[in-house]
Structure formats: structure tokens, C-alpha cells
């Protein structure tokens, strides 16, 4: 790694480390945030500009709150894949774990090893009593992680400025329903 300052805790699964952003992600993160169909669900595509501050503000995330989006690096390459975490911005409907991903990292099962590691940070260390997901009802990828993770659809529910004319249904579990979750998952 470069010489990146990094503001937050970082978590090692099987073939990923998760960490909060760097600069040294802005590339791929400007490619994920290029593509169309990756960012159908997520806003749309954004400028390297967009992108820019998206960036900073998901690592000022970490330094105001203490949680934000891990910046997934895949092991064996150093590559970074997406970003995976626990976060809860202003007005947000509840306190999230979220996943956009790389398109070549896609149907690899990162997202679901990635998010396990992190509802335990959310459930364990941020001491979280339950965890959402916001997903478009027609993100049907989305809708299998969080299936696979054991959370559920809770219904739709409005989403704050700028993303309240996005359809957005609410999938979650509480701690409960995670610790058994994760004994199914983890054998």
C-alpha cells in the first residue's frame, strides 16, 4: 500500500481486505461509477468530479462517525473491487449495510463475503441493533445477497434529498436474527 492515511479499522476475510478508502482506489472507483448498468440502482454515472467527492465523503464518514464504506481489495491481487459497509448518512431510513461492486467482480460472491464480515462490525463493534439494506425493487442481484445474508423485505419506504424519486424497498434483520443468520452461513 502507499503512504494513504487510513481512518478506520481494517477487516481480513479468506480473499479480501476491507479498509476505508485511499486515494490510490480513485481509479477503479471512477470506473465502477462510469458504468451504466453498475450504477442503474446507485444513482447513475458520475463524473471523476462526482466521483471525487463521493469518495471524500465516504472516507470523512469514518473520521465524523466512525463507520462508512470499506474500500474491498482482493488479496491475491491487490485489485480493488468495490465498496462494502456499515454506514447511516443523514436522514438515511436506517443504519445500513451497503455493497456496489466493480463489474468484473461480479457473481464472484464477494458481496456476500465482504458484507458478512461487515453486519459483524456493524452487530459487534458498533453494537447496531439491527442492520438494512436499501434495494431498488427491480435490483434483483442486490435482492440475492441480502437473501443469502437472511435479511428480508420490510417493505418500501421513502428515501431523503437527493435520492427520494428513487424506489427503494427496506431488507433487514435484527441482532437476533443475524447471530442465527450467521451460524446458517458460516457452518
Not at 465498496?83 to 461480479?106: F, K, Q, T
Not at 460472491?109 to 463493534?125: Q, R
Not at 418500501?156 to 443468520?181: C, H, K, L, S, Y
Request: proline content about 9%; glycine content about 10%; some cysteine.
Amino acid at each position: 500500500m502507499s503512504d494513504a492515511v487510513i481512518l478506520g479499522p481494517t477487516i481480513e476475510t479468506d480473499r479480501l481486505i476491507l479498509r476505508p478508502p485511499t486515494l490510490e482506489d480513485f481509479p477503479r472507483w471512477c470506473e465502477l461509477l462510469a458504468d451504466e448498468e453498475a450504477t442503474r440502482f446507485i444513482g447513475g454515472v458520475q463524473s471523476k468530479h462526482q466521483v471525487w467527492r463521493t469518495m471524500a465523503s465516504v472516507a470523512g464518514m469514518w473520521a465524523l462517525h466512525g463507520e462508512g464504506m470499506f474500500s474491498v481489495i482482493e488479496k491475491s491481487s491487490g485489485l480493488w473491487l468495490g465498496r462494502i459497509g456499515p454506514l447511516h448518512p443523514y436522514d438515511w431510513p436506517g443504519r445500513e449495510v451497503g455493497w456496489s461492486l466493480h463489474p468484473d467482480a461480479h457473481g464472484k460472491g464477494y458481496a456476500v463475503e465482504a458484507s458478512i464480515a461487515c453486519m459483524d462490525y456493524a452487530f459487534d463493534v458498533l453494537d447496531w441493533p439491527e442492520v438494512i439494506h436499501c434495494i431498488d425493487p427491480a435490483n434483483i442481484p442486490s435482492q440475492k445477497v441480502a437473501e443469502k445474508l437472511g435479511s428480508y423485505n420490510r417493505g418500501p419506504r421513502p428515501m431523503p434529498v437527493p435520492f427520494d424519486d428513487m424506489p427503494v424497498d427496506i431488507w433487514g434483520q435484527t441482532r437476533t436474527e443475524w447471530q442465527a443468520n450467521r451460524a446458517r452461513l458460516i457452518g
